[in-house]
């Protein structure tokens, strides 16, 4: 039988955590004062039932998508968003006893086809879920391709202390040994549970918890697909997160971004480096109306010598560079291979190319000014 949470309050910021399978609490984990890897914080007012309330809002990908097993067929071979939301909770039957669910189909589409206006959608509809009474936590199920992405930007911009979980799958549904099932059952466990409170947003796949601020899709097909430079926040063992680092930059309610104040993000450019590049894809942003440009160099975020005059030229014509690594793992320094101070340009500390594409436009809609970018880089 599976393992389901029951929560008494004890005070105002005091929270009792029992863990059950229909017998009898597991002992190990005691009462709040004695669980070392997590931190005890009270959720809003309880419902009748004495779950949480959790909304689900559907946005479409391989979680929500179906092949035709009885052909054989590999599991990459499927339709993606076919499968509403209430269809993915529908299947999991445990999840009553972790939570009052309620479904919502915000969006049904391939993660591939998310653009910022999918992106600003989805983050107004997640605060308006938030600041619910009735509402306890919210789990995104979203396509793999670009949850990093949507994750990122609900961490700076969703100004809630609620649980903001995002998950989805590797594989559709129709697959042997489907991962989806299993990975809304345990974002849904985490949004519950109230040391869950005060994260960010959070990635939970394949057992793991993840900060939006470093997690990354790793891999086109394996259940691992998400890794952090740094580990995983946190794991969810036998139903229950247990948190082993903590976030330190800013995020959600200590954000000085809102959705609230953002009606369009700036466009903002990304250029991955290889041998042999060429100016004209950094032209080609410029003239597509580009604000800024991301430039995903090798190594700590190198730039080739003969690019080193082009995008200096760019930096003064008002098109910030921002230099990031297209490694995935690692800080940019800044000064260190290039003269960002001579050439104006950003360090990216060690955000990656998507996560830097977000932050500059973020950026862009507070100031046009190089140094105040740089410090908010320095700061997220």
């Known amino acids: 039988m599976g393992l389901w949470l029951s929560c008494v309050a004890l005070s105002s910021a005091d929270v009792r955590i029992s863990v059950t399978n229909g017998a009898a609490a597991c002992p190990c984990l005691g009462p709040a004062k004695h669980t ?12 009748t039932s004495g779950r949480p309330r959790i909304a689900v809002v559907g946005t479409g990908g391989t979680i929500a998508g179906a092949g035709n097993a009885a052909d054989g067929a590999p599991s990459a071979a499927y339709t993606s968003a076919v499968t509403g939301a209430d269809a993915l909770i529908a299947g999991v ?21 998310f653009t910022d ?6 983050a107004r ?15 995104i199920t979203h396509g793999t391709d670009t949850m990093e992405e949507s994750a990122y930007f ?9 649980p903001i979980v995002l998950t989805g799958a590797m594989r559709p549904g129709t697959a042997l040994a489907a991962d989806g099932p299993a990975n809304l059952l345990h974002a849904v466990a985490v949004a519950a549970h109230p040391s869950s409170v005060g994260r960010g947003a959070l990635v939970v796949m394949n057992e793991e ?7 990354a899709k790793v891999h086109a097909m394996r259940l691992d697909a998400f890794a952090s430079p740094h580990g995983p926040l946190g794991l969810v ?3 229950v997160p247990r948190w082993y680092r903590a976030v330190t930059r800013p995020h959600t309610t200590t954000s000085e971004f809102d959705i609230a104040a953002i009606d369009a993000l700036p466009l903002v450019g990304v250029v991955t480096s290889h041998g042999n590049m060429r100016r004209e894809i950094y032209d080609a942003w410029v003239a597509a109306g580009a604000r800024a440009i991301v430039h995903a160099g090798f190594g700590g975020g190198t730039v080739p010598e003969y690019l080193k005059p082009v995008l200096a030229e760019l930096c003064a014509a008002g098109v910030p560079i921002v230099r990031c690594s297209r490694v995935g793992a690692g800080p940019v ?8 101070d001579a050439a104006g340009s950003v360090a990216a500390d060690d955000q990656n190319p998507p996560r830097a594409r977000l932050l500059a436009a973020l950026a862009l809609t507070r100031s046009q000014g190089v140094g105040e970018m740089q410090r908010i880089f320095n700061r997220y």
Do not use: W
């Open 125 to 139: 509809r997640v605060v308006a879920l938030c600041v619910r009474d009735d509402v306890d936590g919210v789990v």
């Open 93 to 113: 039957p445990a999840l009553a006893r972790l939570a009052d669910v309620q479904a919502e189909q915000l969006l049904q589409i391939d993660s591939a086809d």
């Open 154 to 162: 609900l961490h700076l911009t969703a100004h809630s202390a609620k």
């Open 333 to 340: 320094i800044r000064n260190a291979s290039f003269d960002d």
């Open 209 to 215: 918890v993840h900060s939006a601020r470093d997690v």
């Open 36 to 47: 070392p890897y997590t931190t005890m914080r009270r959720m809003t007012t309880r419902s």
């Open 237 to 239: 063992v036998e139903g």
């Open 117 to 122: 206006a999918q992106l600003l959608l989805l």
